[in-house]
């Protein structure tokens, strides 16, 4: 089945489709729907989707394989319609290269920071830690969801300016899992995401490849992103209504890149494909479905796959999340499949979901002579659900949001309390705690923990007004245990408003300073993010 454009686009939201113009840039006219906010219309489509390349190592032995990579600015096409973009990324690509590692053996990363010394975008020197008294351009790359040694976790403080470079040790004894690299710079990461420096971290797992699943040109990463572009196909980032105080409280783009492309295309066989989707937009949750419906096959999460496969019409991804999934697309020859986003934005309280288009999957002729012998098994590796009586210790914490006089949003924060505050999380090594997560704004928050993966227990509603006036917790309904495709590993998850989301975390690793953070950048920049100490 094929649907028309005109259809495609009537699905997807945009008005007076019929008055749609083939391609223009520097649209004036914002009758053409909701993508000409930044005054670009651009045809979804066109392009096709860019593969991440896998990067060679430097060096290489059975134990360990080095890496330098040159973090640097560069010019980079994102759409056909647009001239080249001014982005940062990772040995010349946005996103950057993918690093292809193995369990057992060792990476080490020299990341070398080459980016021009004046940011690309405005600077907010009142956030913490991003004063005048700082270099205005500043990385520290970090490996979310690696279980890193403290010194080689990219702590926003343990930054480096352009000309120095920062040393990384990466274990990986830890199960195979989509993970991510990223920078997290005090004050000014969602700036520094904005231009583009994130990359997939594939953990290969000798034990996962047994399974059979859709490997090597069937095994794609997907980075999804939101941008809006100015019509000289720069990256365009809201500056807040007070000249002195630059920070916005969320970024949500009129169009969406997959792998550094608006709105692409991907030409696919008529075989399962095994798909490993990143979210690293800024602020932007996506809740995406395949059109015409065809369901996901959802293997993995955040920190591997999931005990077995769970079937699924709709996928709900936050920001830093992972998810992997399988599209069989046997049977399927001629037909495009368009993924689309149904989220509001912000979410779930946003208005309409804009833009709802993501990417399309265009069914072509096999090319593989060899018949798909990929398998699904209905069982992978038992993931052991933790009991809640193995905790030693509950913690709550309260997610804030602080307004200005006349009502605009103006901080956020963990518990009330700033990251300089002193350490109030300090679980010790090797034991297992539960952390609440009570909800009392009207958005939801990613909520990530550094070092470790925990898992999800249960959701549960709680009368916020009571709460705002007594702080008490009383809950009002039943709880709601986590969903079959929430119950692997996590280490990062939605916690939605008016509810307790109650985690359950083994610590352990190498003692030492981590952090724990809202992943909605603009959150997490402005405080939404403390410090913890994993006691040795
Ligand atoms: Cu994806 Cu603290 O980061
Ligand atoms: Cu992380
Ligand atoms: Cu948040």
């Not at 890496?67 to 973009?85: G, M, N, W």
């Not at 352009?162 to 990466?170: D, L, R, S, V, W």
């Amino acid at each position: 089945m094929k649907l028309t454009r005109r259809q495609l686009l009537r699905a997807a939201g945009y008005a007076g489709t019929g008055a749609l113009l083939p391609s223009y840039l520097a649209g004036q006219s914002d009758e053409a729907g909701p993508n000409t906010l930044s005054g670009v219309w651009l045809e979804p489509f066109v392009d096709p989707l860019p593969l991440a390349p896998v990067l060679a190592p430097a060096s290489a032995n059975a134990e360990s394989q080095q890496y330098r990579i040159a973090i640097s600015e560069f010019r980079q096409k994102v759409h056909r319609d647009l001239p080249p973009t001014i982005l940062w990324g990772f040995a010349g690509s946005m996103p950057g290269p993918t690093i292809a590692a193995r369990r057992g053996c060792t990476v080490k990363i020299d990341w070398l920071n080459r980016l021009p010394l004046r940011h690309r975008l405005v600077v907010d020197h009142n956030l913490s830690g991003a004063g005048k008294d700082v270099p205005e351009v500043r990385t520290t790359i970090h490996l979310h969801g690696g279980h890193v040694a403290p010194s080689s976790d990219g702590y926003p403080d343990d930054w480096v300016t352009p000309g120095a470079e920062q040393k990384t040790i990466y274990p990986n004894q830890q199960p195979g899992a989509t993970l991510w690299y990223h920078d997290h710079a005090m004050g000014i990461t969602r700036l520094n995401g904005m231009m583009g420096l994130a990359g997939f971290y594939l953990l290969h797992d000798p034990e996962e490849e047994r399974l059979g699943l859709p490997s090597g040109a069937y095994d794609i990463t997907l980075a999804v992103q939101d941008r809006t572009f100015d019509p000289r196909g720069q990256i365009s980032y809201p500056v807040g209504p007070a000249a002195d105080a630059p920070w916005v409280p969320e970024f949500f783009g009129t169009h969406v890149l997959v792998n550094g492309r608006v709105w692409p295309f991907l030409n696919v066989e008529p075989r399962r494909y095994r798909f490993r989707l990143l979210n690293a937009s800024n602020s932007r949750v996506y809740e995406l479905a395949l059109l015409p419906e065809q369901p996901f096959i959802q293997i993995g999460s955040d920190g591997g796959l999931l005990s077995g496969p769970a079937s699924r019409d709709r996928l709900l991804i936050v920001p830093g999340e992972r998810l992997d999934f399988i599209v069989d697309f046997r049977g399927r020859e001629g037909h495009r499949l368009t993924l689309m986003n149904y989220a509001p934005a912000p979410y779930p309280s946003g208005g309409t979901a804009t833009p709802r288009f993501v990417m399309q999957f265009r069914v072509r002729r096999p090319i593989n002579p060899t018949p798909d012998d990929s398998e699904i098994p209905s069982r992978f590796a038992e993931v052991t659900r933790l009991k809640e009586d193995a905790a030693v210790r509950t913690r709550r914490h309260v997610l804030r949001e602080y307004m200005t006089a006349d009502s605009r949003l103006h901080r956020v924060l963990l518990n009330g309390l700033r990251f300089d505050d002193p350490i109030t999380e300090d679980p010790r090594n090797g034991t297992i705690e539960i952390w609440e997560i009570v909800n009392p704004t009207i958005d939801a928050h990613p909520i990530h923990l550094h070092a470790i993966h925990f898992q999800l227990l249960d959701r549960r509603r709680f009368d916020v007004r009571r709460h705002e006036r007594t702080s008490e917790v009383v809950y009002i309904r039943e709880a709601i245990p986590a969903a079959p495709e929430e119950q692997g590993w996590k280490d990062t998850i939605l916690c939605p408003p008016g509810q307790v989301t109650r985690i359950i975390a083994p610590f352990s690793g190498t003692p030492g300073r981590f952090v724990w953070h809202c992943h909605m950048l603009e959150h997490e920049d402005n405080e939404m993010m403390r410090p913890y100490l994993l006691r040795g």
